[in-house]
T-cell receptor, first 115, second 114 residues
Framework: DSGVTQTPKHLITATGQRVTLRCSPRSGDLSVYWYQQSLDQGLQFLIQYYNGEERAKGNILERFSAQQFPDLHSELNLSSLELGDSALYFC??????????????FGPGTRLTVL | AQSVAQPEDQVNVAEGNPLTVKCTYSVSGNPYLFWYVQYPNRGLQFLLKYITGDNLVKGSYGFEAEFNKSQTSFHLKKPSALVSDSALYFCAVRVLNRDDKIIFGKGTRLHILP
């Protein structure tokens, strides 16, 4: 158990809908990262937050957004969902977000299926 | 641009034999290198990392990796494979700069044959 929790575990929804994925980092970790894992694209970095502020952006679509709250949990919002958004979404956390070589700890993931 | 390459989609090894999973990288500064493992229906788990110092890094579950600066490689190794080592392995690189990110390779699926 990495100490990172993600809810829900599975999510099935329809095209055009909006969903919210939730992540709680390990106790003491200030940095949260979101990744998308699909069969054809591999593991793609989406976005990073550090202590409530956006720190780095990857291949995140404009239909997607995220935020990190004062209690350090994070939410990833996916809107106007398309079939191609079906994937595993992982959250990871690390101690600090920059000038560090600390490893990331991954949650179990949320499997999103868009029908 | 920073990148990580895992040239093999799949590696098959007989149980008890040594295994190697290859990784090469391309960065413009000093690399911080990582290996992660993903078991079915699970998140990624950290195995080991290279920051500086000894080129041979030891990690979890008997794995080790060798950093080779001249060949820009960071291959994952284990002297004797177990069936339970069968999983998806990711190499990753991080370079610290103003917009530092961790870049993952596409993964190598390791099959250990009994």
């Amino acid at each position: 158990d990495s100490g990172v929790t993600q809810t829900p575990k599975h999510l099935i929804t329809a095209t055009g809908q909006r969903v919210t994925l939730r992540c709680s980092p390990r106790s003491g970790d200030l940095s949260v990262y979101w990744y998308q894992q699909s069969l054809d694209q591999g593991l793609q970095f989406l976005i990073q937050y550090y202590n409530g502020e956006e720190r780095a952006k990857g291949n995140i679509l404009e239909r997607f957004s995220a935020q990190q709250f004062p209690d350090l949990h994070s939410e990833l919002n996916l809107s106007s969902l398309e079939l191609g958004d079906s994937a595993l979404y992982f959250c990871a956390s690390s101690v600090i977000g920059t000038n560090t070589y600390n490893e990331q700890f991954f949650g179990p993931g949320t499997r999103l299926t868009v029908l | 641009a920073q990148s990580v390459a895992q040239p093999e989609d799949q590696v098959n090894v007989a149980e008890g034999n040594p295994l190697t999973v290859k990784c090469t990288y391309s960065v413009s500064g000093n690399p911080y290198l990582f290996w992660y493992v993903q078991y079915p229906n699970r998140g990624l788990q950290f195995l080991l990392k290279y920051i500086t110092g000894d080129n041979l890094v030891k990690g979890s579950y008997g794995f080790e990796a060798e950093f080779n600066k001249s060949q820009t490689s960071f291959h994952l190794k284990k002297p004797s494979a177990l069936v339970s080592d069968s999983a998806l392995y990711f190499c990753a690189v991080r370079v610290l700069n103003r917009d530092d990110k961790i870049i993952f390779g596409k993964g190598t699926r390791l099959h250990i044959l009994p």
